[in-house]
């Protein structure tokens, strides 16, 4: 699983509304083969959370799938 440091983070994150680019995630939650990002654009105000599920036996910590999920204000 990767690490959880703020190195670890995922940096500029696209605005899923507006393009603009995130620093970082406003919150991330880690469970066992999938880490929540809880992503807040301050520029136009859209929230949204990507997940990213991992293969608990690999020890890159290379995503396998991606998902967006829209949180409405």
């Given at each position: 699983?990767?690490?959880t440091?703020l190195?670890?983070?995922?940096?500029?994150?696209?605005c899923?509304?507006?393009g603009?680019?995130?620093?970082?995630p406003e919150?991330?939650e880690q469970?066992?083969?999938r880490?929540?990002y809880?992503w807040?654009?301050?520029?136009?105000d859209?929230?949204?959370?990507?997940?990213?599920f991992f293969?608990?036996r690999?020890?890159?910590?290379?995503?396998?799938?991606?998902?967006?999920e829209k949180?409405?204000?």
């Amino acid at each position: 699983m990767p690490g959880t440091g703020l190195t670890d983070l995922p940096k500029h994150n696209p605005c899923a509304q507006c393009g603009q680019p995130i620093a970082f995630p406003e919150w991330t939650e880690q469970t066992p083969g999938r880490t929540a990002y809880l992503w807040h654009c301050y520029a136009c105000d859209y929230r949204f959370e990507a997940v990213a599920f991992f293969d608990e036996r690999d020890t890159d910590g290379a995503a396998l799938a991606a998902v967006s999920e829209k949180n409405h204000n």
